[in-house]
């Protein structure tokens, strides 16, 4: 079974910095992309970044760009998102998917999500 | 304001069909499948719809997608109270180099 846990969430002041994780289970991690998506509260998803099975190629959208990191470490099975500079409107549950890109771009397996609140 | 346009609600009885739109661009939806994810109360969004049409294994084959130039629906026959969640469209983007979702349609099962 896919398993996913998100963990590293909480409460950040404007500027500040955290570091998200994301523990993969019952699948070969090297064998997918990986990906962040988030969701403002009461608001939908939003893509945040994709990284290729051995990491280069990565992608982000134009609001995270010099601010957050994607990165993954395969033989610790784990997919890991750095945050700086972070603002007000980074509040939100960020989740860890799996993604294909097989056909486009899909997400096949979500995490439950940690929730990253900036405020002061 | 989301890439993909979606109806911010829709609603049917048990047993009704209802469909859920998505409107896109040629940068997306019009040169790229089309995914669809639903997401129950409180939970994680889950995926739906793949590659255009194909469901993932338990998904039932109520749940069905069809598509025409930049535009795309989902549809849900023999509605269930089950049902009742938030859908999503979404969809690679050539232009802006990544996933785009459209806004979400909250799907209310009366």
């Known amino acids: 079974e896919v398993q996913l846990v998100e963990s590293g969430g909480g409460l950040v002041q404007p500027g500040g910095s955290l570091r998200l994780s994301c523990a993969a289970s019952g699948f070969t991690l090297s064998n997918y992309w990986m990906s962040w998506v988030r969701q403002a509260p009461g608001e939908g998803l939003e893509w945040v970044a994709n990284?290729?099975?051995?990491?280069?190629?990565?992608k982000y959208v134009d609001s995270v760009k010099g601010r957050f990191t994607i990165s993954r470490d395969n033989a610790k099975n784990s997919l890991y998102l750095q945050m700086n500079s972070l603002r007000a409107e980074d509040t939100a549950v960020y989740y860890c998917a799996r993604g294909s890109a097989v056909a486009g771009f899909h997400f096949d397996d979500w995490g439950q999500g940690t929730l990253v609140t900036v405020s002061s | 304001q989301s890439v993909l346009t979606q109806p911010p609600s829709a609603s049917g009885t048990p047993g009704q069909r209802v469909t859920i739109s998505c409107s896109g661009s040629?940068?997306?939806?019009?040169?790229?499948?089309v995914n669809w994810y639903q997401q129950l109360p409180g939970t994680a969004p889950k995926l739906l719809i793949y590659s255009n049409n194909q469901r993932p294994s338990g998904v039932p084959d109520r749940f069905s997608y069809s598509k025409s130039g930049t535009s795309a629906s989902l549809a849900i026959s023999g509605l269930q109270s089950e049902d009742e969640a938030d859908y999503y469209c979404?969809?690679?983007?050539?232009?802006?180099?990544?996933?785009?979702f459209g806004g979400g349609t909250k799907l209310t099962v009366l």
């Open positions: 040629s940068s997306n939806i019009g040169s790229n499948p």
């Open positions: 990284i290729k099975q051995d990491g280069s190629e990565i």
């Open positions: 979404a969809a690679w983007d050539d232009s802006l180099n990544g996933v785009v």
